[in-house]
């Protein structure tokens, strides 16, 4: 997604939101409509903010990982070496990582953080939406058991694979962190966990529980998407515009 006034300025460099989807989704999750008026959502703040938006595919449930024991899932090689720099030489970004985020939601938020909290030195903030940010509790959800095998006497491998353990070894000041979850989703336990972890870290991070009547509106679903979108490019926006 291009804002509004990009070809209008072709000396003008843009920053970049890599936008990761959920398990079953596809690259047209956040740029085509299919529904609940998200691509509507993310085209509005694209032009709302001057941000480019790119909507990779993860081939439904790679969990954004290298599976190791499957060569041919190798999503994280895909974004943090073979995209971003195509991206970079085939439109006008500004390549700093000051102004580079990558975001996500479900199985994107695992993956915006995993990506986010491995590859300090491409992104500087990461938004994550009801992300399943630590695996172990789903043994049997989404493919995760394709990418890393079962969970059963692989436990080690799961757990270097959750997000969650590559939040314990964040410092404060490495990265800006967004999480937004609401109080009836199935992956809040796995977000207050790591809120818990990084406060007790004293890693610096903003967290927000988003209490509803409903699990449609506080819930694991693209109406609450839609409602948490602009949250999360207000703070990047924040973190863009107050670095150098």
Request: net charge negative.
């Amino acid at each position: 997604i291009l804002p509004k006034g990009y070809l209008d300025n072709p000396a003008k460099r843009y920053p970049v939101i890599y936008a990761l989807h959920g398990a079953n989704g596809s690259w047209e999750t956040f740029v085509r409509d299919n529904g609940g008026g998200l691509a509507d959502e993310m085209r509005r703040l694209s032009d709302a903010y001057g941000f480019i938006v790119v909507s990779p595919d993860g081939d439904r449930t790679s969990w954004w990982w290298d599976s190791p024991i499957d060569s041919s899932f190798r999503y994280e090689t895909f974004v943090s070496q073979e995209l971003v720099s195509w991206v970079d030489a085939n439109f006008r970004t500004n390549t700093n990582r000051l102004n580079r985020a990558v975001i996500g939601a479900s199985m994107g938020g695992h993956g915006a953080c995993w990506i986010g909290f491995r590859h300090k030195d491409l992104f500087s903030v990461v938004g994550n939406v009801f992300g399943g940010v630590d695996i172990r509790p789903f043994p049997n959800n989404w493919d995760i058991g394709k990418r890393l095998g079962k969970l059963d006497g692989n436990e080690d491998v799961w757990t270097k694979y959750s997000a969650i353990t590559e939040a314990a070894k964040l410092k404060d000041g490495d990265i800006r962190l967004v999480s937004v979850v609401g109080t009836e989703d199935f992956f809040l336990e796995a977000n207050r966990r790591m809120h818990a972890l990084l406060t007790s870290n004293k890693v610096g991070h903003t967290y927000v529980e988003c209490r509803a009547e409903t699990d449609e509106t506080s819930g694991h679903h693209r109406q609450f998407l839609v409602k948490a979108l602009p949250l999360v490019f207000n703070f990047i926006d924040g973190w863009f515009s107050a670095e150098p």
